[in-house]
């Protein structure tokens, strides 16, 4: 229930359950009232008729008349009024009646027979015939000291039970606001308090109202602060040994171009002519490798920033990937390897042809570098179909589907394949899993792979890994046809 229905609802609840209690005790007791009212009402009937026969005598309203039957008759609760005909007093047991004066006859005359009930006391009024003749009048007035007790003690309880019934309803009040508000708010805020202090937090179960929806939003705003908190850690790590790798790499080949390069400064004339040739190769070479790293780590940075926009051009799709597959077989022929170049792609593609041929150039290096002498690389470039290449190896078919509207590019080798618990690493920056770095013949600096993901990522592709142990490694890189019309299709774009 959301809070705002719960707290009308309680407001409603509050003003009118106190309303209802008490409607329900004050008509308990007047029940109670009247079935007392009915019963003392007869009893007092009963009594007043055994007054009536002593007070209905005539001789009783005589200036010099024997009241003596009358005074046993009064009480604390009864008292007793004699008048003549005139309406003066004769006989008064009442305190509050000491006036010589004459009752008004239209008083006395005035509800004459009738049991009048008041708060304090009963009255009954009745005159005294003689020869039908009225000679006086008689008032009897009965005290409703017991009722009035009782009234005294219900108004009392009236009271009590109405100040338990608001205490209930207050006492559920703050309990149940306690528990619905104010408790949950302060494990809220405390939990706020302990984040901002990097403690850690226990996620608790929350209701489907204002503060559980707020409670959530908080443990979702805490898991996104700490998945970026841990993205930051990670890149912090990352470019620490990123740093620390390039730095190592860097000082073997510097290293080597220090030595040859004073060897040859120092020698003179004592290195032969091949030894000097010789010792340029080795230094160009590793002065090549430094660049192709600088290179690799320049672009890397590129990719990871947010200003960087890579352009776009649109190209014939046959005609850009055949220049792109080609001029790889003669350093394959080179290195003894065996290579099958295919090229079917049809419709235009919006590209960015350097990056791509960094791709491209960055796949077949990985696989010519882990390609023994002997071994086959296939590389090729189709559209427009949804049958795979029989050549594709079989652990890579089965998850593969290829779609009609993209295009692939897929460069495969044989060779010694990467352990399946490397697989999701590898387009990690600086991974390698098959520690290359330790080779001798190794060219990589690690971050290869990793800038093809995000070139292709960028052209709005996606990128695939496959490899078993001791059959090979297989990329598949999918590129998304374009579908532009008009000018704009002349445009160049930015992503």
Sequence with gaps: ???????????FIVMVLP?????????????YHHEQ?????????SELQTIIAVLDDPALYQPSSDWTRVEDLTDSQLFILLYNRDGFTLYSSAPWNTSSFATPLDRLYQDLYKLEQGHRAYSYRQPVLESNEVIGFFEVQVGRSEWLAAVEERSWLTFVGLALLFLIIYISVIFLLNRKLNRRLKLLMEQMTAFAKRQEIEEVRTNDDEIGLLTEHFYRMKRQIEDAQKAVEKEQKEKEYMIATLSHDLKTPLTSIRAYTEEILHSGDRLAEEERKEYHMIVLDKANYMKQMLDDLLMFTLMQS???????????GQEFFEMLVADYEPLCREKGITIHVSCEVSGAYFVNPQQLMRVADNLMSNAIQHTAPGKTIWLAAFSDTCRQPEWIFPFAAEQL???EEALYLVVQNEGKGVQKEHGPYVFDPLYQADQAR???E???TGLGLSITKQIIEKHGGEVWFFSEEEAGTCVVCQLPKYEGEGEEDEQKESR
């Design 1 to 11: 229930m959301k809070l705002k229905t719960w707290l009308l609802l309680s407001y």
């Design 19 to 31: 309303l209802a209690g008490a409607y329900f005790l004050v008509a308990s007791i007047q029940a």
């Design 37 to 45: 009212n009915v019963e003392e009402y007869f009893q007092t009937w």
């Design 306 to 316: 947010s200003n960087y926009e890579m352009t776009f051009v649109k190209v014939e």
């Design 401 to 403: 589907r290829f779609a």
């Design 438 to 440: 330790t080779k001798k």
């Design 442 to 444: 190794s060219r990589g």
